[in-house]
């Protein structure tokens, strides 16, 4: 079985390109969701992220105070990356826990916005990139989210630049709107079919 990771910039459109794959019936990881699950849920990583940034990173409730948590991260950059530290090698192993017990498929998909970022590419068979020009990825993101242009500029700009993603990847998803969708993802199966 192939282990394929899915990324992209925000906005670009990984999670509405997964969904294409998943009507394929191909599994799909969410990196993203999944973190936010385990951020709670794994008592290790919970320890961890206390230890960081203290007790009031959790509500009494158990959740997390992601007010707490954003206004640290956001004031000290150290604290950003050592976040990032904690939690990305935890989902990696949890997603390569999911990818062992997904039994007889041909391949599996990994979503995640920061696998080039976080070097977690490196325990993919390929890596597939989902790209749309910015202005475009802006616009989209502002109408499903209610947030500001700005905002999003800001987070696009603290990301590794799509054309570095593109550059790396074995298989590039142009979703600039003048692409069938559709079609992309199903010459990129049939591809990754033959490889299996
Ligand atoms: P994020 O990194 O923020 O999770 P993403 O890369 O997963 O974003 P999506 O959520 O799939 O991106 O897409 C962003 C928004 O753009 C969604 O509201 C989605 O419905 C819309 N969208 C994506 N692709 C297209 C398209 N080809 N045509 C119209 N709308 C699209």
Known sequence: MLRIGIT??????????????????VPVYYADDRAKWLMVHEP?????????LGTEAYLPDGSLNRQYV??????????????????HPAVQQDGQQWFNQLGDVPYGLYE??????????????FI???????ALRIERVVKRDGTTPEAVA??????????????????????????SLIKEVLKIHHQLLDRC
């Open 8 to 25: 992209g910039g925000i906005g670009s459109g990984k999670t509405t390109v997964c969904k294409i794959f998943e009507t394929l019936g």
């Open 44 to 52: 290790k990583l919970v320890n961890q992220i206390k230890s960081l």
């Open 70 to 87: 954003a206004g640290k991260i956001f004031k000290k950059n150290s604290l950003r990356l050592g976040l990032n530290a904690i939690v």
């Open 112 to 125: 995640a916005a920061l696998l080039y970022e976080s070097g977690g590419y490196q325990s993919f068979d």
């Open 128 to 134: 597939i990139v989902v790209t749309a020009p910015e």
């Open 154 to 179: 800001a987070r696009i700009n603290s990301q590794m630049p799509e054309v570095e993603k593109v550059k790396k990847a074995d298989f590039v998803i142009n979703n600039d709107g003048q692409h």
